[in-house]
């Protein structure tokens, strides 16, 4: 199926009317430092400014939106290490219904927290031996509630791509367009909607997927043009972005879309958190940090190029903070 056919731009610019009153737009800043050293012009996304600390709550709202229009809702039931329960919690504490998390028992204690004071009811599982699908279906069917996927869904993705069309605006006021764009990859809903919108708009615009090392699914699913797993035994720093898998809808999306994958390990992650907080005065989890550090590390072609980075979350745990930044 072609990626249009799944999601198409006016889904987007709908979802931007639907989020209008609800979500911040979050600035696009101008990296003066690294555009000098690097010769280019390096444009971050603070993502970690949005409401709940990352962009998650802009699919989280859309697709609650969406469902209240078209379902008699009992409540509402996601899974999640932390980024989109907040989101959910949130979106569903402004509809004013219900919300249900399913998150790993190893999850930032920060996010916990974000989660349970948005009133969320919380289900614990253990990441490495059980399966938060079936543990949320199950319960979903059992108390009618209706999922709201972290990602493999049409208004989800849709409500990420607002992202870009908030570029779009931005980047514009510079008199410029973007060669490059690095994204944070879980399953790939975020990439996902922001290639839709800005493959649309700048055809030549090269998009890449940034992952954490062990946990490269989408990189080698993009250059193999098939779904691998990642091994849910290997460790990572950046908690949300320990995905499986890519998702089918999103996979179908970005396997048309993007360039290639971008890898960056744990220390790179770390130093990219403490270049955020010593240069720009932002706080980045280490899923949020992965594009930064990709260019801190010179992972594609700087010199140059217009290049826009997502920033995709600030909800980091205070004590990886420190050890990033001391």
């Known amino acids: 199926m072609l990626s249009s056919e799944i999601l198409n731009t006016n889904d987007i610019i709908e979802a931007k009317k639907t989020l209008k009153n609800y979500i ?3 600035p696009l800043i101008y990296d003066f430092n690294l555009s000098e050293k690097y010769e280019a012009k390096i444009f971050y996304k603070a993502e970690g400014l949005q409401r709940t600390g990352s962009f998650k709550i802009r ?24 980024n989109h329960a ?31 004071l948005r009133g969320a009811n919380i289900i614990f599982y253990d990441r490495r031996n059980e399966n938060r699908e079936e543990i949320g279906k199950s319960i979903a069917k059992k108390k009618n509630l209706s ?16 992202i870009g069309l908030e570029i779009i ?31 649309k708009k700048y055809k030549n615009i090269n998009i890449y997927s ?44 970005n396997k048309e879309l993007l360039k290639r994958g971008l890898i960056v390990n744990d220390n790179q992650v770390l130093k990219a958190i403490k270049y955020a ?44 903070l420190k050890k990033a930044i001391t």
């Open 210 to 253: 940034v992952e954490p090392k062990y946990f490269s699914d989408y990189s080698k699913s993009i250059k193999n043009k098939k779904i691998f797993l990642n091994n849910m035994n290997n460790y990572s720093i950046c908690d949300s972005l320990l995905a499986n898998r890519p998702g089918e809808i999103t996979f179908d999306i």
């Open 59 to 82: 699919g989280a709202y859309n697709k609650i939106h969406k469902s209240i229009n078209h379902d008699n809702l009992n409540g509402v039931l996601a899974w999640s290490s932390g």
């Open 86 to 116: 907040q989101g959910v919690a949130e979106a569903a504490k402004i509809f004013k219904i219900k919300a249900t998390i399913v998150m790993p028992k190893d999850a930032p204690k920060i996010k916990i927290e974000g989660t349970r």
């Open 24 to 26: 911040t737009k979050t």
């Open 169 to 199: 605006d931005q980047i514009k006021e510079y008199g410029l367009k973007p060669d490059k764009i690095l994204v944070p990859t879980g399953g790939g809903g975020l990439i996902a909607g922001i290639s839709t919108i800005l493959k």
């Open 147 to 162: 999922i709201i996927p972290p990602y493999d869904d049409k208004y989800v993705i849709a409500g990420q791509g607002t």
């Open 277 to 320: 907080y010593q240069n720009l005065g932002i706080i980045l989890e280490p899923g949020g940090a992965v594009a930064l550090a990709a260019i801190l590390n010179k992972k594609t072609i700087i010199k140059n190029k217009t290049i826009v980075a997502v920033l995709s979350g600030s909800n980091i745990d205070p004590k990886v």
